[in-house]
């Protein structure tokens, strides 16, 4: 973003985002006696303001009023004009409102949506002054409006998949060439002299401008209206600009040549086009094409002056007469968006999910969120955000309700005095929800202060939300920790939750007075009167903002982002939530057994994030241990820990001096080969002199691939312990084949695993209605099923998927699986001249987020998942574990399965 506008001032003491602009005159008779200057430079201050907050989640304009009147004004027309070409002349009152108080004025502004807009128009995504673009129509030069700029933007990102089919400066050629022939003025642009009065033998058009100039200031004048004549001819297919030929007579005047000379002018030309805005939608990365000529003036062969003549051609992208007019908050600032940024923002959509549509559905899409919020996504079969509302946050019509119930019996049972002061606090309120948190800071990703008892928020009718913060002894920082969390709610409330009603977050800090229980309270209503309609009004309202609520809290963010290039979330399920919203206080050490597609990694991450937040520690005090090195290398890459192995871990000169808290992942597969791992983590995990830190193991029995001693404690002192028993990663012919082979497992359990350990299976959840594949083939050797391979990679690229969504898993990797695979992709490219061919670059899983298929060991992809899984002759070294191994490789698979057998192994097809 580029520098920051210091006329406007972000406040830091509101739980909202409030630009401070100043002094302002008010009233429609004030207005009109300012001088023209001061009356367009505090319209434009308030105008940045409003277009700040409408990109930014909305907030209020806070000014002084600058007239001595004492009395209420009314705004002025000048300024609500000005507030209505941000909105495209939608309902004012939709997205603002007013009041006054004293000499304070303040615009209340909704955070920008295009939900008022009706299907068949243009729907830009953020709100701009001015676009900067221009645009030719019949003899006019017209600036475009958000709604056309946004029109426009599209179609050119559209058109640029096309510009890539063939060579782009064959493109370029072709319609240079095509122009020139279709225009008349080409044959006036190639002679190199005019008589003096000529009348030219076209008009005005789309493609031709006349301009005469006859002052001494030619050069300034020339320079001021390159840029939107240069963006209008080159945004709509090229033109000509003829400087010197009157416009209405068409006749030629030319320009002395002592007003200016030729190359000063030239100069001047070629600096402004050089220096405007433009933006690429293919890979060309071309400049704009212009051609600058002087033609001579002669009157019976006597120089007059000339014609400066100017031909741009047509630009595959877009050109603006200078960078957009288009502001946001940025880190308590007021910043204007780069033309890059703009555009960006404009232009965005959703993802194309084609191949996975019937894997997702959307629960919050960006044709219709707010300007900063990310496309939303469930995984089909899970709840939608109104299921998930209903299960956390149901509203009742009757009363108020509290949740979580334990919680609050918690809170009750810990501080005395606190039932009573909560009860008093909500005498007012009949109908809505009151959700407690010990630290709704922490549930937002902020840290926690520890002074505080509890957070509770109020969603009730007819009131703004309000959060309550109850701290237990008086602390100075209380209220603005308590600001600082209600403005973070707020802003990801719409930012990320896509709330698109009015909102505002009101605090109030409470002090639970040790002396006397029901002691009193600092009342801290923010000082800013919003309207009535900034209350819910009823209970659909309530529940469009707990639906968000539900966004901010369970989302995160996809491991599909890095596939498809472009941040997108996911949400949790209920149980994910659950085991991440607990007291890590009074659950230092927790095992989460989870079965196979459970979520298990999706749940170690966030609850890393949450460690930071409480205990206030950073990356390197938390601690990521796994067992193989790709798995390792994942997560490293998160940069939310330290990740290691195992076998690191174990190294002799490895005591981790800054770790206080570790996470243990896929713990199943853990060994004491190089010794006690567990003892190792207890040991630095209790050393801290603040307590316990916090120890956290992961693991599915399940997935055991060996039959040694894994250092685990024996399940009945696995306390306390937490079950994920819902399957959410994989589709359901696979999830049915998952469950099948988990009761291969418990009817086989290998020698190092009890049975009672594997009783989990009876609780399992799958996934239904998730369209898949699942395939089980016989091949009569290595080469068969490497060209079976080869052959449905180059399908399966064809389909639209990439070589990311594709990983080949053996029981053992070696350089001849790589070979005699690359050697079948090769053999397929010179049968077939096949181009996708050319794109399957195999590499092994330590490079998993790279864009190529991943070739590795089914130990070493443990943990990991990719949409399409190759799985070569799954047989384990140890016959014991070879359930569980077939169970690990195929739980790896989202969408599509592929398991390759040796015709011998088909005798005995039921194991498979």
Known sequence: MKKHNPSLVVESSYPDLVINVGEVTLGEGNRKKLQKTQRDQEKEKVARAACALLNSGGGVIRMEMANSDEHPVE???????????????????????????????????????????????????????????????????????????FSFLKTKKRNAKFCGEEPSNKIRRDAKQNFHNSNPAHLIFQRDRLEHGEILP??????????????????????????????????????????????????????????????????????????????????????????????????????????????????????????????????????????????????????????????????????????????????????????LQQLLFSVSSEDLKFTPESLLEELYSEHEGLEELIKKQMLPFS??????????????????????????????????????????????????????????????????????????????????????????????????????????????????????????????????????????????????????????????????????????????????????????????????????????????????CEAVTRKAFMKTNSNFENIQHIIIDEAQNFRTDVGDWYEKAKTITQRGKDGPGILWIFLDYFQTTHIYRSGLPDLQYQYPRENLIRVVRNAEPIANYLQKIMHKVRENPPPNITSKSLNILSEAELSRDVPGNLKIRKHKDMEQMVDYIAEKCHLLLKAGYSCKDIAVICNTVNDDYKSKLESAIRKRKRSRSSEESDLLVIESASAIMGNHIVLDSVRRFSGLERNIVFGINPRAAEPDVFYNLLLCLASRARKQLYILIPSEEMTNSASF
């Open 431 to 640: 109908q809505g929800i009151l959700i407690l948190s010990r630290s709704w800071a922490v549930d937002l990703n902020l840290q926690e202060n520890q002074g505080v008892i509890c957070d509770v928020l109020l969603v009730a009718q007819n009131s703004p939300p309000i959060l309550y913060t109850i701290l237990g002894e008086e602390d100075a920082d209380g209220q603005l920790y308590c600001t600082r969390t209600a403005f973070t709610l707020k802003q990801k409330l719409v930012n990320m939750g896509g709330y698109t009603g009015k909102l505002c977050v009101m605090t109030k800090v409470l002090h639970l007075s040790p002396e006397s229980n029901a002691e009193s309270f600092e009342g801290s209503d923010s000082l800013i009167e919003y309207p009535e309609s900034y209350y819910l009004a009823d209970t659909k309202q309530m529940e469009a903002l707990l639906q968000s609520l539900v966004i901010v809290l369970l989302s995160f963010r996809s491991f599909l982002s890095d596939q498809l290039g472009c941040e997108i979330l996911n949400l949790l399920t209920v149980q994910q939530y659950e085991i991440i919203s607990k007291n890590l206080r009074k659950t230092p050490e927790l095992f989460i057994h989870g079965l196979p597609g459970s979520g298990k990694t999706i749940v170690a991450m966030k609850i890393m994030e949450k460690i930071k937040n409480t205990m206030g520690c950073e990356k390197n005090e938390i601690l990521y241990v796994c067992e193989n090195k790709p798995l390792r290398d994942f997560i490293g890459n998160k940069d939310i």
């Open 75 to 149: 705004m002025g027309l000048d300024l609500e004009e000005s507030l209505r070409a941000l909105i495209q002349s939608l309902d004012f009152q939709a997205f603002f409102e007013t009041n006054q108080h004293g000499r304070c004025f303040y615009i209340f502004v909704k955070s920008w949506n295009t939900d008022f807009f009706p299907e068949d128009l243009s729907k830009p995504r953020i709100c701009s002054l001015d676009s900067s673009l221009h645009c030719r129509s019949a003899t006019s030069v017209l600036p475009m409006g958000s709604r056309e700029a």
């Open 202 to 387: 076209f008009p005005e058009s789309q493609y031709v401008e006349f301009k005469q100039f006859s002052t001494k200031h030619t050069p300034d004048r020339v320079k001021d209206m390159i840029p939107k004549y240069i963006s209008a001819f080159a945004n709509t297919g090229g033109g000509y600009l003829f400087i010197g030929v009157e416009d209405k007579s068409r006749k030629v005047l030319g320009c002395a040549e002592e007003n200016i000379k030729r190359e000063d002018l030239k100069k001047e030309i070629e600096d402004a086009i050089n220096k405007l805005p433009c933006v690429h939608f293919c890979q060309s990365q071309c400049q704009i094409t212009f051609t600058v000529r002087f033609l001579k003036v002669l009157a019976k062969e006597e120089l007059k002056g000339y014609v400066c003549a100017i031909r741009v051609e047509p630009f595959c992208g877009a050109v603006f007469s200078e960078a957009p007019r288009s502001w946001m908050v940025k880190d308590g600032e007021v910043c204007c968006l780069t033309t890059e940024e703009w555009v960006d923002m404009m232009t965005d959509t959703d993802p194309e999910l084609r191949k996975l549509s019937k894997d997702f559905e959307s629960q919050l899409s960006l044709s219709s969120g707010p300007p900063l919020s990310r496309p939303v996504y469930s995984k089909k079969g899970l709840e939608h955000k109104e299921d």
